[in-house]
């Protein structure tokens, strides 16, 4: 998922498709930011004392856009096999966080990430949008999906505390950790064939500001049906396939806890290793220092030894950052599941404790069943369907970012072994000429 | 440092010629035919320790034991090259037999670097390998050793004409009696209270003083590489196995990608074993080297001891002719108890001065004997010592670029198991 610089179509006739500016276009230049993100875009990341908050809307020629879109979908078909999200249905809206910026106010210092939108919908306004959000934002829009769309499962997000005195909030890497794992919630969204519709989506994506407290009063009414389901009924059997779907979660969740026990156990372990490996090295060129002949050969050998830990150093550094963060996102993935299959039950146990009197009254009186008790028939069917359709979703979604992770992780891997072996290469090529050079030296 | 090298070898090579023909008292060989390659007993004789068993017995406290005996094999290398393929000549020796030659060796041969045995009891620990001392391992790993001792041993171009080696290698019953009776142990004693003791040389052999700081820092550089815990990263594929085998239980889908790269990981843990076994011939080779620094040491320091008594002798030379002198004039040169008691109680009859001049004439004859005897040991020691150090530097720097080098293949070897372990276990997760 690219905001990256399209490729120009030869058969689209003399001009590049980026040079065709749509008639109704006011701006010359196709997708400049407005001035408040340019200004931030040219300095470095953490700038402070932005405009805060301010989002920004880009205009654009709109049937350049179209084809642009198509364009994309192109390349997008065509990565497939890299792209988790690519699907087989057409992809009609494109989301992108990133570019983090430091604000600082009065009050408080926050940071806030640019969400770039690109559709042909026609429930957007506009083909192309840029705003600004924090992590706020990104929650609010959450909770929102949640409470309108209760019957799916919602994309989890990181996590929102943090202890301030161990982690850095500011600091690189937990921003970039972060703003990846807003990036893939959104994407997630944004794939989904029903959430993707959601009106506090589209809200979120181009709204100038956010105004949560309205919290868009009209657009929760689909919601509310759902959430006023009456406690107090108990469920009587849960089908066999959302049991089988409890299990599995429990069981994955916990296979996850261990996978990331065991990961972080690994990380400690490697960085002992590490400081392990350092003085080794460092013994190497202490001795070189008193050898004569032996000087250059010992000195190559620290050199090895040195290339190894910055290769093993790199290796920790993944290991901390790509792979942790996805087993923590799938197991706080894992708990808002469950709480939809909770949801999901009270729903039935409703419909039931429902008919039960219903059909009681019916047998006494022979009042006839009635239309509230089918509409909850309704309900559970509709929340039934829409579970499957998630689960299987989620199951292909799942399956695509594990593979992803193993061979992240296989690659890394590797490319560590490859560091190390180039070092040791070339260093026996040194070592084996002196060895040959000796020898004749010898013999003459 | 070249420079210096190069230098002192010239000079060696005019003493060495000088000194061949000399009659020293250290040398116990009559047929004596040191310095020439050409004679050297290794290029007469294949020796090889083969094998290893265990043996009960009682002990010099009549308590049994048991202990492991090593069969040394012997064959003559002319009979080899004339095709005759002759069965070699045996006999079994314990460690401490080799002990006893090597600490013969020793005291005999002050000013040459005798080659290491192997440790006595497993100290450096790498890896799987456990302190006992009955470990099949480590016995294995010490039959290696010991021949590697009697073939440096028995290529030493001094070493290698001794006597009492040859009948190490031939003599199975008596030989411990025979070096008993070189009466070798009182020298070791005495030598060994000397050299503990601390003492001071007034004028150091400035180049054998470097030579003992340079052992003093190889004896820390090896052994703080041995002590390093853990050599080799192998973590990495463990960490997938445990992934793989956790997820594979449950996943339907994603379960024969993720066994099949369980499979993989197995594979690497085994074909590791080979590598971690390099890493302990590694180990070895240090192991000797750090023994090797503690014998330039005792060299070193041998001749420290020679030149201090040699500084102890002439100081009383000095003292006594002083003393004649003090008898002979009358006058006291500097103040003495004898001197005191002369004044005091006057001073003796003209006889028993005399008695004493001439006594002090033969102590000083003496004593003028004893320090051209010692100066010419001192120095003989430094120039032996020198020629073998020297010899040995040469050695050392091609025995430790060989270790270098297979160090390094190995861990390219490494490198490579991993990157094929890996590959094959992303093949299986690619087909998730």
Known sequence: ?444 | MTFIWNNLKQELIKDESHIIHHNSSLEQNPSNTNGTEGSCLLRRMEICVSEAEKRSGRNAVSMQETFTVYLLETRSMEAIAEGLNPPPDCLWRRYSEFELLRNYLIVTYPYIVVPPLPEKRAEFVWHKLSADNMDPDFVERRRIGLENFLLRVASHPVLSNEEMLYHFLTKEHGWKEMVFETGFQAKADSRLRALNATFRVRSPHKRLVEMKHYSDGLQSHTSQLLRARTVSYTNGPTVCMCLCSEWSAIEKEMGDGLQSAGHHMDAYATSIDDILEEEEHYADQLKEYLSYAEALRAVCRKHELSQFELEMASQDLVSKKQQREELATGMVRTFSLKGMTNKLFGQEAPEQREAKLNLLEELIAEGEEAVKEKTAECQEHAVKAWADILRFKDQKDKDLLEALISYALMQISMCKKGIQVWSNARECFLKM
């Open chain 1, 1 to 444: 998922m690219s905001v990256g610089v399209p490729r120009g179509l030869a058969s689209s006739g003399q001009k590049l498709i980026t040079e065709i500016l749509h008639p109704l276009s006011a701006a010359e230049e196709p997708m400049s930011p407005g001035p408040d993100v340019t200004a931030g875009a040219d300095q470095e990341k953490q700038e402070p004392g932005l405009t805060n908050g301010a989002p920004v809307e880009i205009s654009s020629p709109s049937s350049a856009s179209v084809l642009l879109s198509r364009l994309q979908l192109d390349d997008e078909l065509e990565a497939d096999d890299q792209d988790p999200y690519g699907s087989t249905e057409a992809r009609d809206l494109f989301v992108t966080v990133d570019d983090p910026k430091k604000h600082v106010s009065t009050m408080e210092t926050y940071i806030t990430y640019r969400v770039s939108t690109k559709t042909t919908r026609i429930e957007f306004d506009l083909p192309e949008y840029s705003v600004r959000r924090r992590y706020q934002d990104f929650d609010w829009l959450r909770t929102k999906l949640e409470d309108s769309q209760p019957t799916h499962l919602i994309p989890p997000l990181p996590e929102k505390f943090v202890m301030k005195g161990v982690v850095d909030r500011f600091s690189e890497e937990f921003v970039e950790t972060r703003m990846k794992a807003l990036d893939k919630f959104l994407k997630r969204v944004a794939d989904h064939p029903v959430l993707s519709f959601n009106p506090h989506l589209n809200a979120f994506l181009t709204a100038k500001d956010l105004n949560k407290r309205q919290g868009l009063a009209l657009l929760t009414k689909v919601g509310e049906s759902v959430k006023h389901v009456a406690g107090g009924y108990k469920l009587r059997a849960r089908p066999a396939e959302f049991c089988a779907m409890g299990e599995y979660l429990d069981t994955f969740s916990q296979k996850l806890g261990t996978i990331d026990r065991i990961a972080q156990r690994i990380l400690k372990e490697q960085s002992e290793y590490l400081t392990e490996l350092r003085e080794y090295g460092a013994v190497y060129s202490s001795w070189a220092g008193s050898e004569e002949q032996l000087q250059r050969p010992l000195e190559g050998v620290a050199g090895c030894v040195t290339t190894s830990c910055g290769a093993l150093e790199d290796l920790s550094d993944n290991m901390s950052q790509d792979f942790l963060p996805v087993l923590r996102e799938y197991v706080l993935y894992i708990e808002s599941m469950k709480n939809v299959l909770r949801k999901r039950d009270q729903v039935q146990a409703e419909y039931e404790g429902r008919l039960e009197a219903a059909v009681l009254r019916k047998q006494e009186d022979r009042t006839p069943i009635p239309v509230e008790v089918e509409k909850c028939q309704d309900k559970v069917e509709c929340f039934n369907a829409d579970l499957k359709a998630d689960w299987e979703r989620w199951q292909r979604n799942k399956r695509q970012d594990f593979k992803q992770l193993l061979t992240g992780m296989a690659d890394k891997n590797i490319n560590y072994y490859e560091k190390c072996q180039d070092a040791w290469e070339s260093l026996i090529t040194l070592l084996q000429e002196k060895q040959t050079e000796d020898k004749t030296s010898e013999t003459n």
